[in-house]
């Protein structure tokens, strides 16, 4: 499944409308620790069919890296229901991703 790109305009509709659970990754071009988490999140999007996976640029959406109180990047939100169920900051392998992700309800 496709990765969508959101933004302040379409975060409601994409992550708190969404009727699975949302791992949001919050990332910036110039972070070289979110570049090369990108790849496993895309891996991850492939595998995993239950989770919907967003991105979030913090340069293009400020307001929404401010909203989840996001200070590091790569930080990855999970989200069931429109609550944060999980969070985690720093590049991460799949398999710790796998981990985050099984924590949804």
Known sequence: MAIV???????????????KPVLIDFWASWCGPCQMLGPVIEEVSE???????VKV??????ELAEKFSIMYIPTLV??????????????LQKEQILELLNTKN
């Open 5 to 19: 790109h959101v933004t302040s305009e379409n975060y409601e509709k994409e992550v708190l409308q969404s009727d």
């Open 47 to 53: 595998e995993v069919t239950d989770v919907k996976f």
């Open 57 to 62: 640029s913090t340069e293009e959406a400020p």
């Open 78 to 91: 999970l989200m069931e229901n429109g609550t944060v169920v999980n969070k985690s900051t720093g590049f």
